[in-house]
């Protein structure tokens, strides 16, 4: 037999200890979404699956997931409108200061989540003041926001997907008489196509799962999916919020997947 490597071993119980702190919590709350018992109780006397009827008989978790499925679809929309030829414009068009367009487009990235909803929130409140516009409590003002959440992910995937593609179709399509605009669509768009479809899906996430930017932006009697399950806590602990937060977890794993199928997440970050 081989001899056994401490270091190796050591690596791979780190690796896995790791892998445990993140994916258990997720196993409990999938477990917890089964149980049979009115409040948490571990272990559970039984199971069932009638938390999940449950949760969509109730309003606030129904209109929740509505609310913010739409707000996510039309956040990926515009982010993918801004962030397609951004993308090509910095990677593919060299330009005085590309990278600070680059930093600028990236920087609700690096702005701790809380901060950059107070900040978009009274950026709103002051164009009401100059203006006469109400923007924050609004559908558009809320989607705005998400569209922020979403662009610097669609920037990185896109980004990635024009690095890796090889350029010689686009300088031979142009080489053959094709414009600009031929170009774009004929050759790129099908070359970066996987990294669009991951750029929507991880987009989507990153709308789907906002929490901070919500709370500031929502209109009065309205609430996404994150904010319907935090008021639900204040007062409840039973097994509903689990169900809805395993819906969640396989909605965000599902987009997860199917983003790294087209574009290794690994390449982009």
Known sequence: MDRINPGRVAFLTLVSAIFAFVLLPLVAIVWAAFFSDKILTFPPSGYSLSWFSRAWALSEFSSGFIMSLQVGILATVFSLLLGVPASLAIERFPFKGRETVRQL????????????????????????????????????????????????????????????????????????????????????????????????????????????????????????????????????LDSTIAAVATVQIFIIGAALLLSDRYVKLGKAF
């Not at 705005?144 to 959440?149: D, E, F, G, Q, S």
């Not at 690095?163 to 010689?168: E, L």
């Not at 929490?211 to 309205?222: A, D, N, R």
Request: net charge negative.
């Open 105 to 236: 487009l990236l920087s609700p990235m690096y702005v701790p989540a809380i901060v950059a909803g107070a900040a978009v929130y009274i950026y709103f409140i002051q164009i009401e003041i100059f203006t006469d516009v109400q923007v924050a409590g609004t559908s558009p003002g809320l989607v705005i926001a998400h569209t922020l959440v979403a662009l610097p992910w669609t920037m990185r995937l896109i980004c990635a997907s024009l690095v890796t593609a090889n350029s010689s179709s686009e300088e031979a399509a142009r080489s053959l008489g094709a414009n600009g605009f031929q170009t774009f669509f004929l050759v790129t768009l099908p070359i970066i196509r996987p990294g669009i479809i991951a750029a929507a899906m991880f987009s989507f996430i990153a709308s789907f799962s906002d929490l901070e930017k919500s709370l500031f932006l929502v209109g009065p009697g309205k609430a996404t999916l994150p904010i319907a399950i935090v008021n639900y806590l204040e007062w409840n």
